[in-house]
């Protein structure tokens, strides 16, 4: 997501970092560049001016400062990442819940937006906080909408109310209300209503979701738009704002090739924040959409807040707790660690989709590698660890020629591929000892694949050096 958005602004960051001290003249540079990635990728013009001249001023105004510190980019940097994160809304909004049960959220966008989709996304999202969400059929345009959303509903478990003879059949805004209805009575928190769209903005369409609107009365009306649809997004906003009008904005389709002019503007030109996003066609590709990790996205630093969330709900807390114990001790991290960790690693879904949240790695030569990732390295890895004996685990300084021809014979690997195992668990290993020492990475998230996590604390660790920012994002921007 905003590849090509990102490797222009890391690289027009990164020329900054060559220069030193930074003049007036390098400022005008590379807000031009700026200027030029953010209109190529699809944002608004005036929302594109509007950046950059604050941008320009900001750093102008503070350059005397900027230069004064070690790392003059640095300042330059922090400027990008703070405005950044204002047009992408600032913080991170959720859903306001009704102050008497039934929360009702209405999903308002043009056809092929995702709003099925994210019907079913959402419900499962508030059903793993606990809710009981019903989904309510109020797209009666095609003949099918109410059946997709049957089936959306039977995948994530959440019940759907569609008309039926006395609901109001051919007649959404009956529909949604005795659905609101049903939710009243069979105690539903949560009421979301899926609408019908057109492959257009029209008059008829704005007119019944304004019915269903004052029908139901929802507390949130989420628009849902497809980011691909560039600048057009911000059009389409525009008109459901006015003939209808919502409360936040749904970006749908980020897994594909949005360029981001959609994300960008959208905000600024609505006045309306980016709530959800979705990233992909499975029930679980969706979440809450954080300014400020979107920002570290684009910036080529990754997303490590996301990552360790994902670490933590994938990672068995017995197994953290014994590795937290165990690195607390002081003990070093062997190849029995490196399998476990392998194998809590797989349980994390796409390897490469992880991969992709870290520093860096969404640009140039990392993009790449990530790209040919093969998860089917996790189990030839596997394999050959498997094939060693307890001891060789344990230690693979003890790992002789001899050994290492068996320990492939038995996994059906070739020698080279043990070495190279070899060689990054030992380079891991290492790496993990200069952790210990010092710096190191947030909690919760492994470096590479195949390493442990950070322990959650670090109380039983020598003082840490102390980052200048508590922000990892900051900080990687530091270490750069
Ligand atoms: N790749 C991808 N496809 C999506 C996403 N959201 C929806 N889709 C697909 O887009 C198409 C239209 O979605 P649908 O929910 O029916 O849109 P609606 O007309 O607004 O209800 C379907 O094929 C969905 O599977 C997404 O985030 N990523
Ligand atoms: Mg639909």
């Not at 009243?184 to 019915?211: C, P, W, Y």
């Not at 992709?356 to 390295?377: I, R």
Request: aromatic share 4%.
């Amino acid at each position: 997501m905003f590849d090509s958005l990102s490797a222009k602004f890391s690289s027009a960051l990164t020329s900054l970092r060559s220069r030193g001290r930074i003049k007036a003249g390098d400022i005008d540079e590379i807000v031009a560049e700026i200027r030029t990635a953010l209109i190529e990728s699809d944002v608004a013009l005036e929302v594109a001016d509007t950046f950059t001249a604050t941008i320009k001023e900001l750093s102008l105004s503070s350059l005397e400062q900027i230069n004064k510190s070690t790392n003059p980019a640095n300042g330059i940097f922090e400027i990008v990442n703070s405005e950044l994160i204002k047009i992408l809304g600032g913080q991170t909004r959720r859903i306001r819940m009704a102050k008497k049960a039934p929360t009702v959220i209405m999903l308002v966008g043009l056809q092929g937006a995702g709003k099925t989709s994210l019907a079913g996304k959402l419900a499962l999202y508030l059903k793993n906080q606990g809710n009981t969400p019903l989904l309510v059929a109020s797209d009666l345009q095609r003949p099918n909408a109410v059946n997709q959303l049957q089936q959306v509903g039977a995948a994530v478990g959440i019940p759907v109310f569609a008309p039926e003879p006395g609901n109001g059949v051919g007649d959404p805004v009956k529909v949604a209300q005795a659905g609101k209805k049903f939710a009243e009575d069979k105690l539903h928190n949560f009421v979301i209503v899926d609408t019908a769209g057109r492959l257009g903005v029209d008059e008829e369409l704005m007119s019944q979701a304004s019915r269903i609107r004052d029908a139901v009365k929802p507390d949130e009306i989420l628009f849902v738009v497809d980011a691909m649809l560039g600048q057009d997004a911000v059009r389409t906003a525009s008109s459901f704002l006015e003939g209808v009008g919502f409360d936040g904005v749904v970006l749908t389709k980020l897994d594909g090739d949005a360029r981001g002019g959609a994300a960008l503007s959208i905000v600024s030109l609505t006045g309306r924040p980016i709530m959800f996003a979705a990233t992909g066609e499975k029930p679980s590709d969706f979440d809450l959409f954080h300014p400020d990790r979107m920002a570290s996205r684009i910036l080529g630093l990754g997303d490590v807040a996301t990552l360790a969330e994902q670490a933590k709900a994938a990672f068995d807390p017995d197994l953290s707790k014994k590795f937290e114990e165990k690195y607390a001790a002081g003990d070093d991290f062997t190849l029995i660690d490196f399998l476990s960790q392998l194998q809590a690693m797989k349980k994390m879904g796409s390897m490469t989709k992880m991969l992709g949240m870290l520093p860096g790695m969404n640009s140039g030569a990392m993009k790449k590698q990530l790209d040919n990732f093969d998860e089917g390295d996790l189990v030839k890895t596997e394999a050959i660890i498997q094939s060693m004996t307890p001891a060789e685990r344990h230690d693979v300084k003890i790992l002789n020629g001899m050994r290492r021809a068996r320990i492939a014979k038995g996994s059906g690997r070739a020698v080279s591929e043990v070495n190279n195992l070899v060689d990054r668990f030992t380079s891991a290993q290492k790496m993990m000892r200069q952790m210990r020492k010092g710096g190191g990475l947030p909690a919760g998230l492994p470096a590479i694949p195949g390493m442990p996590p950070m322990p959650k604390s670090n109380k039983a660790l020598p003082p840490k050096k102390k980052s200048k920012s508590g922000n990892p994002a900051k900080r990687a921007a530091e270490q750069g």
